[in-house]
């Protein structure tokens, strides 16, 4: 039997690492609605990238989009709470 890595792995990389390292740019860049923009902007890329997906998509294109999908959504988090 095989273990292979679930994508939610993945993602849950993505999104947490953006997550935090939006969280530290929050502070040096006062252009607030900037970074959700930014950040759904490399969600969508990410999505558009995951529907090209063919049989013959390498696991680390895929792995890579998945990262891209999981950074866009996570650049968003910080966006829903008001800095201090």
């Known amino acids: 039997m095989?273990?292979?890595?679930?994508?939610?792995?993945?993602?849950?990389?993505?999104?947490?690492?953006a997550s935090v390292l939006i969280g530290q740019v929050?502070?040096?860049?006062?252009?607030?609605?900037?970074?959700?923009?930014?950040?759904?902007?490399?969600?969508?890329?990410g999505l558009w990238l995951l529907s090209q997906v063919t049989t013959s998509t390498s696991k680390l294109e895929m792995a890579r989009d998945i990262v891209l999908v999981g950074a866009g959504l996570g650049a968003t988090f910080p966006c829903t709470c008001r800095p201090p």
């Open 2 to 17: 095989c273990r292979r890595r679930s994508s939610g792995s993945r993602r849950l990389l993505g999104l947490v690492g």
């Open 26 to 45: 929050m502070v040096l860049v006062p252009l607030y609605r900037f970074r959700g923009t930014a950040g759904i902007a490399v969600m969508r890329l």
